[in-house]
């Protein structure tokens, strides 16, 4: 086995011990990297070498699961419909959301990496669309923007999920809600 198959190896074993000490735990926040490194038979400065940071490994996990997630519905039907960009976003935002919801804890988990820490530069699923559906009146920069807006504002409210149906009434685990919510939102920014 070669160097960069071992890493490979080591990454599944980091990502597989994360998921697995996440699900566990009431706070998926307080698996520390001693109790992920041993799990996965690995030293704690592999984290690092391998993720940058215990933060971005949770991350890569949740994105693991997400990538998932996403296989189980039928996203491409989506992305190849003869829909607006407006509507393929709104459809899935409503896949990405609906994820978010029924993984609370990793949502939890996630959000301060996502919000804070994420690189910004890194492609949003989110901007072809946006850019698409300006075409062309908009910037590029712009349509980035609006895209980071949509996405960052989406883990917002997900994260606050039960604030907001104790305060507003608005409960997004009923998908009409949740749907209804999206619908706004994207309404909102892609006017």
Same mark, same amino acid.
């Given at each position: 086995?070669?160097?960069?198959?071992?890493?490979?190896?080591?990454?599944?074993?980091?990502?597989?011990?994360?998921?697995?000490?996440?699900?566990?735990?009431?706070?998926?926040?307080?698996?520390?990297?001693?109790? /992920? *490194?041993?799990? #996965?038979?690995? @030293?704690?400065?592999?984290?690092?070498?391998? %993720?940058?940071?215990?933060?971005? $490994? !949770?991350?890569?996990?949740?994105?693991?699961?997400?990538?998932?997630?996403?296989?189980?519905?039928?996203?491409?039907?989506? /992305? *190849?419909?003869? #829909?607006?960009? @407006?509507?393929?976003?709104?459809?899935?935002? %409503?896949?990405?959301?609906?994820? $978010? !919801?029924?993984?609370?804890?990793?949502?939890?988990?996630?959000?301060?990496?996502?919000?804070?820490?994420?690189?910004?530069?890194?492609?949003?699923?989110?901007?072809?669309?946006?850019?698409?559906?300006?075409?062309?009146?908009?910037?590029?920069?712009?349509?980035?923007?609006?895209?980071?807006?949509?996405?960052?504002?989406?883990?917002?409210?997900?994260?606050?999920?039960?604030?907001?149906?104790?305060?507003?009434?608005?409960?997004?685990?009923?998908?009409?809600?949740?749907?209804?919510?999206?619908?706004?939102?994207?309404?909102?920014?892609?006017?």
């Amino acid at each position: 086995m070669n160097k960069e198959e071992k890493l490979q190896l080591t990454k599944g074993s980091l990502l597989d011990a994360t998921f697995r000490l996440m699900e566990e735990k009431d706070d998926p926040m307080n698996v520390t990297s001693r109790e /992920i *490194a041993a799990a #996965a038979g690995v @030293k704690p400065s592999m984290i690092n070498y391998c %993720f940058g940071s215990r933060e971005n $490994l !949770i991350y890569q996990t949740f994105q693991k699961q997400y990538l998932d997630f996403l296989k189980e519905k039928d996203i491409q039907a989506v /992305i *190849a419909s003869d #829909a607006s960009p @407006k509507e393929i976003l709104k459809k899935l935002h %409503f896949i990405v959301a609906s994820c $978010l !919801i029924e993984n609370p804890k990793f949502t939890k988990a996630v959000t301060g990496f996502v919000l804070f820490k994420r690189d910004l530069s890194t492609e949003s699923f989110s901007y072809a669309y946006v850019y698409r559906h300006y075409a062309g009146s908009k910037t590029e920069a712009e349509c980035r923007l609006i895209a980071y807006e949509l996405s960052t504002m989406m883990q917002l409210i997900i994260f606050r999920a039960e604030d907001l149906k104790k305060d507003f009434g608005i409960d997004l685990e009923t998908p009409e809600e949740l749907r209804h919510y999206i619908d706004m939102r994207v309404d909102l920014l892609l006017a």
